[in-house]
């Protein structure tokens, strides 16, 4: 357990260093604000698409362990190209939405198969504990990783808004610092990741799910099963995707833009937000031992649903920041409670095939409202009351969103299931 809480703070501090900053870099590139919002969505369709043959990989390898290895090592050297075009002072559109949908890719196609592997040595009597301690302890991390990076960009900046530094070359060179300590992040969590033990390489009878199964699931399964609730659960998440995504990825353009904020503003706005997810997700793996983990998607798709609007109310950084704190510990609840649902419903031998068709619709859903959100803005034209009208649209999309949660809790009969586990026929 210990080598999995250190491969996680590698990945987590890459997360922090480098992902957290793709939208930032665009812009420091000289690409429009709506371009840098959409580098976060949109290289993850490409990247999704490709993770779907991370099953076809595991069963060539006949290891789940190998291939999160391959995987991780594939980010790691990805983190080289940004690098490099941050060092040059230039870094063509194409190549950059090809960089970001490589790591993507290699990130979605390892975390399928990771959550297999880890579900197989894991003990069910301290799962939602321990995921909820190793979540908690990422998110630190995630949020480390995001502090040095705007540390960093502030000292080269010193302290100038980017919207004013005139210096861009200097920027690039410290955005070429962030990736290059990304780089050696995820080579140590590759480490971390080669030397953990793997009790069950592959599943007896691992298969592949056919998409046509998955939709039989959604549409055809009886009311009161895991099928039922297995199917609304992900229409659920995609929904929330899906409006979320409306406006969500255009929060970074702006306020860099818009709002002029400096790079301390930037991370207090983006670190209150992840240190909303580090400082619950203990308290919330206990609370879904207790009241299930469907309560607490429920708890977070209601959390999340003010906080784009309110961004908009007030333009005073501590306002914001708090909005930010909220929405995180609203992410949190979701993701740890889709984590789980998803390790409590699904079967050993299906689970990879299953999460990967999961990455892939849920991207679409991103995609989607992200180019619904960009394409309203920039029709707006792309000032600050465009922003703020997208936002509130993305506002009411997430109360919207809430009928499709409800609609898990009726196929699960009022919240009960009665099948043990979940299958495909």
């Known amino acids: 357990m210990r080598a999995s809480l250190a491969d996680g703070s590698g990945w ?44 076809r990989a595991v069963a060539y390898l006949q290891s789940h362990k ?7 090592c594939a980010q790691a050297a990805n983190m080289l190209v940004p690098m490099t075009g941050a060092i040059v002072g230039a870094m063509p559109g194409w190549l950059l939405f090809l960089t970001v949908s490589i790591h993507t890719a290699a990130g979605l196609a390892g975390g399928a198969a990771w959550s297999t592997w880890i579900a197989s040595w894991i003990p069910k ?14 998110q630190a991390m995630v949020l480390t990783g995001f502090i ?37 992040a995820r080579c140590m969590s590759a480490y971390y990741l080669s030397k953990q033990d793997e009790p069950t390489p592959m599943p007896a009878g691992q298969r592949r799910i056919p998409i ?31 409006a979320s995504n409306i406006g969500h990825p255009f929060i970074v353009p702006y306020a860099l833009e818009q709002l002029n904020a400096s790079y301390w503003w930037f991370a207090a706005m983006v670190g209150a937000m992840i240190a909303g997810k580090a400082l619950t997700l203990s308290i919330l793996g206990r609370f879904a031992k207790a009241r299930g983990s469907f309560a607490l998607l429920a708890v977070g798709a209601v959390l999340l649903v003010p906080g784009l609007g309110l ?56 995609v989607t409202g992200s180019l619904l959100g960009g394409f309203l803005i920039h029709s707006l034209g792309s000032d600050k009351e465009a922003y703020q009208t997208v936002f509130w649209l993305a506002t009411g999309a997430r109360a919207v969103a809430l ?7 009726d196929a699960m009969g009022g919240g009960k299931v009665n099948e043990p586990v979940a299958e495909v026929r």
């Open 12 to 55: 987590a501090l890459m997360f922090g260093l480098a992902d957290s900053y793709f939208s930032a870099f665009a812009l420091a590139l000289g690409f429009p604000g709506v371009t840098s919002g959409l580098l976060g969505a949109v290289p993850q369709l490409l990247g999704a698409i490709v993770q779907t043959a991370g099953p």
């Open 148 to 184: 040095l990076g705007a540390v960093i960009l502030s000292l080269v900046t010193g302290g100038v808004p980017p919207a004013e530094f005139s210096d861009k070359r200097t920027l690039l060179y410290g955005f070429a610092g962030l990736f290059a300590l990304a780089f050696l």
């Open 403 to 409: 009928v499709l949660v409800w609609r898990v809790a």
């Open 125 to 138: 009597s301290i799962k939602h504990h321990w995921f909820g301690i190793r979540a908690r302890h990422l």
């Open 311 to 366: 961004i908009t109310l007030w333009d005073n950084p501590i306002w914001i920041t708090a909005i930010q704190l909220q929405s995180g510990i609203a992410w949190a609840c979701i993701e740890l409670a889709t984590f789980l649902m998803f390790l409590e419903h699904l079967k050993d031998d299906e689970r990879t095939s299953w999460i990967s068709f999961y990455y892939l619709g849920n991207t679409l859903a991103l």
């Open 66 to 72: 190998r291939w999160v290895v391959i995987t991780a």
């Open 212 to 242: 046509l199964a998955v939709a039989s699931r959604i549409f055809h399964a009886q009311r009161g099963t895991l099928a039922a609730a297995d199917g609304r659960l992900l229409v659920a998440v995609f929904g929330i995707t899906f």
